[in-house]
């Protein structure tokens, strides 16, 4: 499954409603750290397909799910399950990292 891209208007429906765990990459075109992340978070989301969700927020264009949730660095990648974050990531990380903390929550 592919990287879905949110909007502010679409955060709740994808992310807060889904029965799976979500990894939402918050991160901006012109941030050379989130261009080295969301590869990754890419490559994860086909290993787990049908077992999370991966989501794409730029913070220019979902700025206030941005502000809502605290996001001051970027890139930052918040882990939700059952519509809670319960961890979160912040600036560039390997992908066993990021494997690690979603591993948790399966």
Not at 2 to 25: G, Q, R, W
Not at 44 to 59: F, H, L, P, R, W
């Amino acid at each position: 499954m592919a990287i879905v891209h949110m909007t502010d208007d679409t955060f709740e429906e994808v992310v807060l409603k889904s029965e799976l765990p979500v990894m939402v990459d918050f991160g901006a075109t012109w941030c050379g750290p989130c261009k080295k992340v969301e590869p990754i978070i890419e490559e994860i989301s086909e290993e787990y397909a049908g077992k999370m969700i991966a989501v794409k927020c730029d913070v220019e264009e979902c700025n206030g799910t941005a502000q809502r949730f605290g996001i001051m660095n970027i890139p930052t990648v918040l882990y939700f399950k059952n519509g809670q974050v319960v961890d979160k990531n912040v600036g560039a990380a390997p992908k066993k990292m990021f494997v690690e903390k979603l591993e948790k929550l399966l």
